[in-house]
Structures are given as structure tokens and as C-alpha cells.
């Protein structure tokens, strides 16, 4: 299902936003405890941030100019590259964090402090030692590099699957005018968002803590490493490593017993592969299958929130899939039993081509002869699924942080400014007219790139507009007090799958603007209350990130048609490990939603009708475990979090089946063993730790595609990734 976090993803505060809720009813503070003089009237914000500032400390220096940029283009590279790979990963804002701490107090050490005049402005390359702003301040840089622009989606579909390339130029004003109109949301939205004190963005609160950690605990005391060796030694270990899974034996990132056991066997093929089955004891000793882009971090969710979400991997992958495709329900037994592919009634793959007009609609005629389209059993539920989940979401929060929700809304009217607040007002804030003509800019850029490109009508980008308009606010309330964002994307996509059927590229372009404006809006609002955390002076941070937003852009796009341009096969799986796996996620999506669309795949005369009514399932799942912890507030039943459940479900398909199991399997050693029972350890190391690891994997990825590139390794057995063949074929034609 294409439910992909837009931007943002991926520091360690990212993370956990996306899988879980920081703060659990059990740890929570519900309310204001007896105020506090000179501090925030939240508890678990006089815990995490200082009420202090030095607002001598300079942040926008030369240092984090050059390490924010280079970071920035460094992350943009690396995650773009993983990005059209089937084993993709993401670098995330906690390395930036970690590795940027040394080389800025190396810069402090080498750089010389002499000073420059230029046109009047005095500057220096070292104005003294490497401070915590400065290190914000890079962080932010690099936080538009996190997640890959959703507009790239559109770009590669358009080219790769529709035969009609956008260009270079169009598609950087198509990405450059998503992401960035998202900043006049935020800009307008800073009053109800970002000054109240009751709009604590808890998940913020864990990169405050982590900056605070480098900068103010410097001794070893009685540990024997510090986390950059911890870091630099994790970093080689698995940079070398990767050279075994990934070049000279990829069969160690599928290990599937079942299909090991019983090769010739069609359900053991099935149940046991990674690609079109269920994964079923398919285990991987590669970390890009563990620590994956669809998954994170093993070691970024706490345990309990784990096992919620493999819970719900379970019930829907290993119980319910295999009823309803061994049951023959929808004739899916004619497809594989997972598939993000589209197919035709005889289990064929659907072959747009065949039912397209020459200016890329669908022809209504060709259509009815070619006949109706069909899903696999999995990719059908998650759609329904995702109904589910939104509701689920809504439900959940309206029940557990609803009150508390109301009481923090009428505090933050009421309330006066607290101490972050007023040492705020030090700084210049920025004025609401920039971020007025940031929209007035980005819109007419939109409108005109979406009309002259034949990407939707012009008139589509109002409605488009609206609706981040209407929604940033109320959603970004919700997230700043639950930390739990509903996504618009159904919604968006049932809005122009109607009002436009037959149009791919229109509906997935409406849903670019309609969406991820307003998520891109709400994560730049995330850094806006980080900084106001920090004390990062306003205009600073709106250069910072939007320098960033616009470096991101460039490199992404072109490592895009670079790939593209120079990687054979690409997005076919001859092309592997370049098989676009996400993208091909999101083509067939475009078809669903927007060639086929809405009426026909799920209209009352469509056999998948039913997979809407899965909305009540959302509806009154949180109900009883909510009243079950209030009847027992102690019990194992407080452990549950009905939204997590639904997590899994929004990356079946694409998601390797296995990779949610060989996450779980690392969330047990690292998040119950290791923490447990050496939790000093785990406070100290947990992440450095994460950090070196999936560095030292990209880097190696990376060195390693151009190493072989044109290398032809001896065939043997261990260069196979597929070992369940009998599983790319419906089981009614194997």
C-alpha cells in the first residue's frame, strides 16, 4: 500500500513519531503540575529542556554552514540511492547528530579565528568553541535530506512505467514547489503551534535531550568507550561486513527454511519467501533487511510498542492473508499470494498500455474489453486496512488524549507566555510577509508547472491547496500533544480518483500537493518548536531549512536520472537490486486510484466493495482495551496500542515480507535482552551504535555498486536471492 512518510524520516525523534507514541498514558504527565517559576508548566519538558539561554552563542557560523551543507547533500545521496533499491534503507538525523559533534569541535580546534570584512558584514571561520546551536543548527540542515521528496515518486512512475519523462526542469520546479510551499503552513500555523506551551511536540523533547547529553556530559566516568569509538568501531565492522551479503554471498539476506526444507513444494514456496510470499521463518544476517526504510531501526522503538506492531504483521500477514488466499477469495489463487502488481482477471500482468488513449487516459472502451482489474488478497485488504488505521487513529486518540487534548488547547489560550517563550523574544522573529511570499511564489510556480507540463489542470491546484489549508492546524495540534499525525493521503486520492477518473498522473499529482504540503508543513513546524527549544534564533532556522529543502531537491533529483539514465533494467526485477520496489508501490497505486479509479475498484458493483466496511473495524477496535485500562489500569491490557497495529500494513506491499520478522528478531536482542539486563549500557551506546551501523552499511553499499559494477562474480549458489521460485506463481497455475 502506498502509505510512505513524506519527507521527513528519518532522525530518531522521526522515527518514533512514525511507530509509535512517545509518551504512554502509564508516563505521561495528563496535565500542569503546580507552576513552576521561570520553567515550562509541563513536567516532562522542565525535564528535557533548559530555561536558560546564552544568546551570545552563535549559531549560523561558517562551521555549520559547511557541515549542515555537506551533511544535507551527503544524506540527500545516500537515501535517494537506497531509494530504488528492493533492500532500501535511510540514514537518519541521529547520525548527522553523532558525527557532526566531532568534526565541529575539530573545526573549533584547526580553523583559524582571524576575521573578514566583507560588504561590511564581519565574520570569522572559527568563532570560538563548537556549540549546541551550531550542532542544532546543522541538524536542522540535514533534516530536509532525511526522506526522499515524494514529488520523485511522480517523476519516476512518469518516466519508467507511463514512457512520458517530465525533464530535468519541470521536475525540479514539481519537487521544489512541494516541499517548499509546505513552509508558508508552517509559518502561518507558528502562533497556534509553536508559541503555546501546551503544544509540547513531545517527540521533539528526545533530540533536546541528545543535544543536551553532547554538549553538557563530557566524562567518561566509569565507561571505558565513548560513543563516537563506539560509533567508528560499529561503522567498520559493518561497513566490511556488507561486502559478504551484498556482493559476495546475497543469499545470507534470505534465508528461508521453509523453501530450503521443500523446494519442490508450492505452499512451503509461498508461505516461506520474501518477494511473493509471507516470509514465514525467511531470516536475514544482512542489516539492510533488518534495519530497513520500511521498519527503521530495531533499536529506535521501545519493546512493548515492537510487539504491537508484529502483532499486527502477524494477524495480517500470517493469519489473514493466507485464509483469504487459500479460501480463493477474489480468485486471487490465479495471482501471487504478495504483490504490490497489478493483474488482469486471468492472473496476467495488467498492461496499462492496453487500455490507454494516446494522451495518457483511460480509454473507457479498451477497458471494457480488456477487462477489470485485479489485486492481489494482501494488496486489497491493506487499502482497507488503511481506512481502518485513519479511523483506528482518530478513535484512539479522541478516547486516550482527548481530554487532554481539550484542557491543553484552552491552557494555551489562556496561558501565559512561558519561559521559552520569553527568552524567545531576544530574536528577531520572522516576518509573516516572507512566509507570505514563499506561498505567493511556490503557488504560481505550482500552477504553472501543473498546467504547462500537462501534470493536472491548473484549476486542481487551488482544490489541492485547500486542503493542507484546512487541515495543518488541527492536525498539527493533535500531533503535538499525541504525537500521532492522521495521514490525508486516502483521502486525497479519493477526492481526485473522483473527480478525475481516468487520470493517473493528475490524481498521484493532487496528492503530492494535497498531502505531503501539508505533512512537509508539520515536520518543518517539528523543527520550529526544536528550535524554540534550543533558542535558535527564528531567522536562522527559516534559512537553515529552507537552504536545506532546496539543496535536498537538487541532489535527490539527480541521483534520480542518474540512475536512471545509467542503471540497465532499472525497476524491472532484471535490473535487481535496482527494482524501484516503492515506486512500483506507488505505480500501482496511480493505476488503482487514478487510471482505473475509485468508483470501478471499489464501487458497490466491484468484488472488493467489501474492504471499505473494514472503517468499523478501526471504529470500535481502541474501544474495548480502552475500557479494559480504565477498569484495570495495571494490567498487561495497558500495553496495548490499537494504531500500531495497523503500522505493518501500510508497507505490505512493498516491504520484503521478512524484513518485519528480522526486526523483531533485533528488537529482542537490543530493546528486551540488552536493555534490560544491561540498561546503563544501552542508555549510553544503544544509538551510537544504530548509527554506526547503518552508516557503515549505505557507505558500503554505496562503494560497492561502483566497485562491481562491471565485475562479473563466478556463479555459485550463494549469489541467489530466490529460493522459493514456486512463489512468483499463482498456485492455480503452478
Known sequence: MDNRKPTPVDSRDDIMQATSVLYDEEKQDNGTSEPVIDDSPFEMVRTAVSNKDTPSLPCLTFRSWVLGVVFCAALSFVNQFYWFRENSIVLGGFVVQLVSFPLGYLMALVLPKRQFNTFGFTWTLNPGPFNIKEHVIISIFSGASVG????????????????????????????????????????????????????????????????RTFHETQSLGNWRFTRTQVFWSCFIVSFLWYFVPGVIFPALGFLSILCFAAPNNVIANQLGDAFNGVGMLNFSLDWSYISSAYTQSPIAIPWIYACNVFAGFVIIMWIATPIGYYTNTWDTQLMPLYSASVYTTNGSVFKIDQVMTDNGMLDEAKYASYGPLRLTFTFAMTYGLGFAGLINLIVY??????????????????????????????YKEVPQWWYGVTFIITFSLAVVTCQVYNLMPWYWVIVATAIPFVFTVPIGIIQAISNQQPGLNVITEFIIGYARPGDPIANVTFKVYGYITMAQALSLVG???????????????????????????????????????????????????????????????????????????????????????????????????????????????QHIHTPLLFIASGFMPPAPSHVYTNWFIGCFFFNYLWHKYRNGQWNRYAFALSAGLDSGLAISGIITYFAFMNVKLPEWWGLETHHCPLAAHGKASA
Request: glycine share 8%; charged share 15%.
Open 148 to 211: 526522499t521528496a515524494y514529488g520523485i515518486d511522480v517523476v519516476t512512475i512518469k518516466r519508467m512505467w507511463y514512457k512520458s519523462g517530465l525533464g530535468f526542469g519541470p521536475s525540479i520546479l514539481f519537487i521544489l514547489t512541494s516541499q517548499i510551499m509546505g513552509y508558508s503552513f508552517a509559518g502561518f500555523s507558528r502562533k497556534f503551534l509553536v508559541y503555546p506551551a501546551a503544544m509540547i511536540w513531545p517527540a521533539q523533547l528526545i533530540s533536546v535531550t541528545l543535544f
Open 527 to 637: 523543527d520550529q518548536k526544536l528550535g524554540h527549544y534550543m533558542k535558535i534564533p527564528p531567522r536562522h532556522l527559516f534559512i537553515a531549512q529552507l537552504v536545506g529543502t532546496i539543496i535536498a531537491a537538487f541532489v535527490q533529483l539527480g541521483v534520480a536520472f542518474w540512475l536512471m539514465d545509467t542503471v540497465k533494467d532499472i525497476c524491472t526485477p532484471e535490473g535487481y537490486p535496482f527494482t524501484c520496489i516503492q515506486a512500483n508501490t506507488f505505480f500501482s497505486a496511480s493505476v488503482i486510484w487514478g487510471l482505473v479509479g475509485p468508483e470501478r475498484m471499489f464501487g458497490s458493483s466491484s468484488i472488493y466493495h467489501p474492504v471499505l466496511y473494514l472503517f468499523i473495524l478501526g471504529l470500535v477496535l481502541p474501544v474495548p482495551f480502552w475500557l479494559l485500562k480504565r477498569r484495570f489500569p495495571t494490567s498487561w491490557v
Open 397 to 426: 486518540i479522541a478516547l486516550n488524549y482527548g481530554a487532554n487534548i481539550v484542557k491543553q488547547l484552552r491552557e494555551a489560550h489562556n496561558m501565559s507566555e512561558d519561559v521559552h517563550m520569553r527568552l524567545m523574544r531576544t
